[in-house]
């Protein structure tokens, strides 16, 4: 059975970083694409960065210059800089493979100001 498990979410002061790793497990085979979705309370989850097997990366708007993806494997992590009160969310990793989507468990960011 794969599993998706997220780590390092947290309280962080404004300005702060964070880094979130993602982890797989139960396959030996690799995803498509890798990504960082988040979802903060009363909106809808939205991407914040992904990257692809081939190592293209793409990131939203509010996240650029200050979040950077990688990947080694079927491990994803998120490197978030310059922490902001509106990137307070739960945070799901997620990995595609052949058209199906694989979800963590979310892990809680909290920014304050």
């Known amino acids: 059975q794969v599993q998706l498990v997220e780590s390092g979410g947290g309280l962080v002061q404004a300005g702060g970083s964070l880094r979130l790793s993602c982890a797989v497990s139960?396959?030996?085979?690799?995803?498509?694409?890798m990504a960082w979705y988040r979802q903060a309370p009363g909106k809808q989850r939205e991407l914040v960065s992904e990257?692809?097997?081939?190592?293209s990366r793409n990131y939203a708007d509010s996240v650029k210059g200050r979040f950077t993806i990688s990947r080694a494997g079927n491990t994803v992590n998120l490197q978030m800089n310059s922490l902001k009160s509106e990137d307070t969310a739960v945070y799901y990793c997620?990995?595609?493979?052949?058209?199906?989507?694989?979800w963590g468990q979310g892990t809680q960011v909290t920014v304050s100001s």
């Open positions: 139960g396959t030996i085979f690799s995803f498509n694409a």
């Open positions: 997620k990995a595609d493979r052949n058209g199906r989507n694989y």
């Open positions: 990257v692809t097997s081939g190592g």
